[in-house]
């Protein structure tokens, strides 16, 4: 565990900041400045690119994720797979731009009334989707090189810093929209560079194509490996980023740019699955090859505990915080107060025993993942064709929680069938017990003028719910960071503790 929690630690700093800097654009600055049928443009172009990339993948993520293990060797270049990769992405882009000019006139005719801004800025998409497929793969290899934070720091933190400082020019008047949009489609396609310059650095970038290293039944795997990884990989990411398009599609961009603020909130909860993911995907590979269930069963039980600590208290959080949330958003964002609370007990749940995919995905049951994902979206396109008209964001927040609820207990439930691993133990009932006494500490509070009371409200909740989890001592893991920060603290302010 230890690389996992080094990798998860310092993705999870940047995440979380970079998340901090998101909220004070999205949040705080950009629904002050920009309407919300601009604010729903930058959301879906961020939805529907990523579809799109993760199409022009062709499953080949899934083949870095499961097979990068049987090509690892540093002296050989990893035998030619860094050419695999970029030729397949080439082939990917291809195919992409050639279904995005096809579909084209559907798109501008469906959205030429409803949605006018999406049809004038659609020339952006091909370039932005060409980028991001090539991030897509590139740090995915980076990541089996077990280096998750290079990526992560320039996605998640510094495209924002550079998107902050673009929405603070725009609210000055120095820029208009479209020069506004062409610098936020520019910063989305800039963290691609930098990956690239590490893999550089660190001798791992090869152009140099090994196809004799690849026998029959290795190419074998790779072909079954990419069938069915391009199902997961484009099942996944419209299982995430899908509600946009039918609020979009159903409703308007207006409503898809409230929907995505009170959204925003919610993914707070999710990071620690995701930045944990990251790396233990790789780790769990590696158990697979050498059929170490036990290591298997610790890590998920290990992850499962801690995310389950970070997201409770984020959620709780978020409740307390509820009104003041809502009291900086303008007016017209009052209608998304539920969709903040259902998105956010969803990200919770998934956040616990969401590692099991991770787990299905680099076994050889990696084809029920396929199954699973495919269920889902169907379940997900059917739930928002039946909610989403009727109740609206409400029931677009509603069809997506339900569906990443359900795809995470099928993989969970065959982890627990097929090999006796499982995530969910006692502890957990404890954190929701401790998140539950927090959350009614914090009420006790009288209202306070707006930043006052959220930060006194939010740190009484952290305090009482951080001691509650340190007393009962259920995760090692917090308790020794916890302690350790604590010590480091208590040698700063104590005499000579500088030296």
Request: aromatic share 14%; net charge positive.
């Amino acid at each position: 565990m230890g690389i996992i929690i080094r990798q998860s630690v310092k993705s999870a700093f940047w995440t979380y900041l970079g998340i901090a800097v998101g909220y004070i654009n999205v949040g705080i600055i950009m629904p002050q400045f920009f309407d919300t049928a601009q604010m729903g443009l930058v959301q879906l172009f961020a939805s529907v690119s990523l579809i799109f990339a993760q199409f022009g993948t062709l499953g080949f993520t899934s083949v870095i994720n499961r097979l990068f293990p049987v090509f690892r060797n540093p002296r050989k270049y990893h035998h030619g797979f860094l050419f695999l990769t970029l030729v397949t992405g080439i082939v990917g882009f291809a195919l992409t731009a050639a279904g995005f000019i096809i579909l084209k006139p559907w798109i501008v005719e469906t959205n030429i009334d409803r949605s006018p801004l999406l049809v004038d800025y659609l020339w952006l998409m091909l370039p932005l989707v060409f980028m991001r497929l090539l991030f897509t793969l590139l740090d995915n290899y980076n990541k089996m090189l077990y280096d998750t934070v290079t990526g992560t720091f320039w996605l998640e933190f510094m495209h924002k810093v550079i998107n902050l400082f673009l929405i603070v020019l725009f609210a000055l008047g120095w820029l208009n929209f479209s020069q506004f949009f062409v610098g936020y489609i520019l910063s989305l396609s800039l963290p691609v560079l930098p990956v690239v310059v590490v893999l550089i650095r660190r001798h791992h970038f090869s152009l140099k194509p090994q196809l004799s290293f690849i026998t029959k039944e290795l190419h074998r795997d790779i072909r079954s490996t990419m069938s069915f990884g391009f199902v997961n990989g484009i099942s996944h990411v419209i299982l995430w980023n899908v509600d946009k398009v039918f609020v979009n599609q159903y409703l308007s961009l207006s409503e898809v740019g409230i929907f995505g603020v009170c959204v925003m909130y919610a993914t707070l909860i999710r990071v620690p699955y995701v930045s944990i993911s990251r790396i233990a995907g790789s780790i769990i590979a590696e158990a697979w090859k050498r059929d170490d269930r036990a290591h298997i069963r610790e890590i998920y039980q290990k992850a499962a505990l801690n995310q389950a600590i970070i997201g409770t208290l984020f959620f709780v959080g978020l409740l307390a915080n509820l009104d003041n949330i809502f009291q900086i958003l303008p007016p017209g964002y009052q209608t998304g107060k539920w969709v903040l609370i259902i998105y956010s007990a969803g990200m919770l749940i998934n956040t616990i025993i969401g590692l099991a995919g991770n787990i299905t995905e680099t076994s050889k049951h990696y084809r029920f993942t396929t199954f699973f994902l495919v269920l889902s979206i169907g379940i997900q396109f059917g739930l928002s064709m039946l909610l989403v008209p009727p109740f609206g964001i409400i029931g677009a927040a509603l069809a997506t929680t339900i569906t990443v609820i359900l795809n995470s207990g099928f993989q969970a439930v065959l982890q627990r069938m097929v090999y006796g691993i499982h995530g969910v133990t006692g502890k957990l009932l404890w954190v929701f017990v401790a998140g539950g006494l927090g959350y009614g500490v914090s009420l006790l509070l009288p209202q306070l003028p707006l930043i006052a009371d959220i930060l006194l409200r939010s740190a009484l909740l952290t305090v009482v719910f951080t001691v509650i989890i340190y007393l009962l001592k259920l995760s090692p893991d917090f308790n020794t960071l916890l302690s350790a920060r604590y010590h480091s603290i208590a040698r700063l302010f104590s005499p000579g503790g500088k030296k």
